[in-house]
């Protein structure tokens, strides 16, 4: 069963919007359809495309409700990282198997499924082959001066962001200092290792440092650790591979950036400022990238506490804040001629969620057809949609 509410009159303007605002519920497992009409009261035809936003663009924030276990089913990984062989061969470095294997199902390039890919990389056209689309998180291992790696990257790059900005998320591990850049153009430019971390951000909603990152953490490991100033323990000694992390990012290359909407530190190296895990916004997706050793924390520190313990709880974090796929336009673009209508369908569906309330901005962007007028009245049009996952629309 599912229910419908026609919210608040249409805007107005050279476009106007009915129903302006759409709020329904649904039990689980529903798809439902609803129509919204776009009609162009100007003397000139008007392209619009529609996209999806989160109603605050600091992710930081949780979309849908609480979860106190983390989830992974239904879900789809890729890991790519250096050829072991250009990784000296050792074990600890290699993420598809100290990061994934313990948690999920290993799958063949041409199988679809609960678990994940590995792509390890060892000529430049092994980049080309993965289709970022098809997964929820991409987990990328960086590891010294890979030639075949960073020109594989380097030659996708491009199409990467893309995929992060359009609503994708990926955790990068980025080991010694001034490795390739993630998305933004940031790294890992701040040498030195550290032994063990602080966290910095709090897993309660109340703090003004929450973090979801550390709230997923705290309620999956019991609700004792992973507070704000938690210690993570990593080696003792002073050799590789016996600490925490080797490198960190200064945020100066995060702050005035124009390509990043939001940041924030995770984590720092103990008794510093020194920001070792960045979570930030790129477009409408998500980065978490740390400057620990590829591989190293999953195989030699996995006690909870440990940045080795939170495996799952790091790709469940990353699909967390990634795109919405509960709600969709058919079509995403057209054009709406002059003093004419559009009918547009707006897919709600509620398949694999939890109960709850989900909110999403949807936002109509406006443009001249023809090119040849940029002096609309508007140019973009938001509305708000809820939808309420078996539970009263009202509430």
Same mark, same amino acid.
């Given at each position: 069963?599912?229910?419908?509410?026609?919210?608040?009159?249409?805007?107005?303007?050279?476009?106007?919007?009915?129903?302006?605002?759409?709020?329904?519920?649904?039990?689980?497992?529903?798809?439902?359809?609803?129509?919204?009409?776009?009609?162009?009261?100007?003397?000139?035809?008007?392209?619009?495309?529609?996209?999806?936003?989160?109603?605050?663009?600091?992710?930081?924030?949780?979309?849908?409700?609480?979860?106190?276990?983390?989830?992974?089913?239904?879900?789809?990984?890729?890991?790519?990282?250096?050829? /072991? !062989?250009? $990784? @000296?061969?050792? %074990?600890?470095?290699?993420?598809?198997?100290?990061?994934?294997?313990?948690?999920? +199902? #290993?799958?063949?390039?041409?199988?679809?499924?609960?678990?994940?890919?590995?792509?390890?990389?060892?000529?430049?056209?092994?980049?080309?082959?993965?289709?970022?689309?098809?997964?929820?998180?991409?987990?990328?291992?960086?590891?010294?001066?890979?030639?075949?790696?960073?020109?594989?990257?380097?030659?996708?790059?491009?199409?990467?962001?893309?995929?992060?900005?359009?609503?994708?998320?990926?955790?990068?591990?980025?080991?010694?200092?001034?490795?390739?850049?993630? /998305? !933004?153009? $940031? @790294?890992?430019? %701040?040498?030195?290792?550290?032994?063990?971390?602080?966290?910095?951000?709090?897993? +309660? #909603?109340?703090?003004?440092?929450?973090?979801?990152?550390?709230?997923?953490?705290?309620?999956?490991?019991?609700?004792?650790?992973?507070?704000?100033?938690?210690?993570?323990?990593?080696?003792?000694?002073?050799?590789?591979?016996?600490?925490?992390?080797?490198?960190?990012?200064?945020?100066?290359?995060?702050?005035?950036?124009?390509?990043?909407?939001?940041?924030?530190?995770?984590?720092?190296?103990?008794?510093?400022?020194?920001?070792?895990?960045?979570?930030?916004?790129? !477009?409408?997706?998500?980065?978490?990238?740390?400057?620990?050793?590829?591989?190293?924390?999953?195989?030699?520190?996995?006690?909870?506490?440990?940045?080795?313990?939170?495996?799952?709880?790091?790709?469940?974090?990353?699909?967390?804040?990634?795109?919405?796929?509960?709600?969709?336009?058919?079509?995403?673009?057209?054009?709406?001629?002059?003093?004419?209508?559009?009918?547009?369908?707006?897919?709600?569906?509620?398949?694999?969620?939890?109960?709850?309330?989900?909110?999403?901005?949807?936002?109509?962007?406006?443009?001249?057809?023809?090119?040849?007028?940029?002096?609309?009245?508007?140019?973009?049009?938001?509305?708000?949609?809820?939808?309420?996952?078996?539970?009263?629309?009202?509430?």
């Amino acid at each position: 069963a599912a229910v419908l509410l026609w919210l608040s009159g249409p805007a107005t303007g050279e476009v106007t919007v009915d129903p302006f605002g759409l709020a329904v519920s649904v039990e689980d497992g529903d798809t439902l359809v609803t129509e919204m009409t776009l009609t162009n009261d100007a003397e000139i035809n008007i392209a619009y495309e529609i996209g999806f936003d989160n109603p605050e663009r600091d992710t930081r924030c949780r979309q849908g409700p609480r979860r106190d276990q983390v989830d992974l089913e239904g879900k789809m990984f890729a890991v790519i990282q250096g050829e /072991p !062989g250009d $990784i @000296r061969e050792v %074990g600890w470095a290699r993420m598809d198997e100290k990061m994934m294997d313990p948690i999920l +199902d #290993r799958l063949d390039p041409d199988e679809q499924g609960d678990g994940f890919h590995s792509y390890r990389v060892n000529n430049a056209a092994v980049w080309d082959d993965v289709d970022f689309e098809d997964y929820d998180a991409i987990v990328v291992g960086m590891w010294g001066n890979l030639q075949p790696f960073n020109n594989g990257y380097n030659a996708n790059y491009e199409r990467f962001c893309e995929y992060i900005a359009g609503g994708g998320s990926a955790y990068f591990e980025t080991s010694g200092a001034n490795q390739p850049h993630s /998305p !933004g153009g $940031i @790294r890992n430019n %701040g040498a030195g290792q550290s032994v063990n971390g602080s966290l910095v951000v709090s897993p +309660d #909603r109340g703090d003004e440092n929450y973090s979801l990152f550390a709230e997923i953490c705290h309620e999956s490991q019991g609700g004792e650790l992973w507070e704000e100033g938690h210690v993570i323990l990593g080696g003792g000694g002073g050799m590789i591979p016996n600490a925490w992390t080797f490198s960190h990012y200064n945020l100066g290359q995060f702050e005035d950036n124009d390509e990043i909407d939001w940041f924030q530190v995770i984590a720092v190296k103990q008794n510093t400022e020194n920001a070792a895990a960045v979570a930030y916004g790129y !477009g409408k997706g998500t980065v978490l990238t740390f400057g620990g050793m590829t591989g190293m924390n999953f195989d030699r520190y996995r006690q909870p506490g440990q940045w080795g313990s939170i495996a799952a709880e790091i790709l469940f974090y990353l699909t967390e804040v990634s795109r919405s796929k509960w709600i969709m336009a058919d079509p995403e673009d057209g054009v709406i001629e002059a003093d004419g209508s559009e009918t547009v369908e707006i897919i709600f569906t509620s398949v694999e969620m939890e109960a709850g309330i989900y909110e999403m901005l949807i936002q109509i962007e406006l443009s001249e057809a023809e090119g040849e007028r940029d002096d609309l009245e508007q140019t973009l049009i938001e509305m708000s949609a809820v939808m309420s996952l078996e539970s009263p629309t009202a509430d």
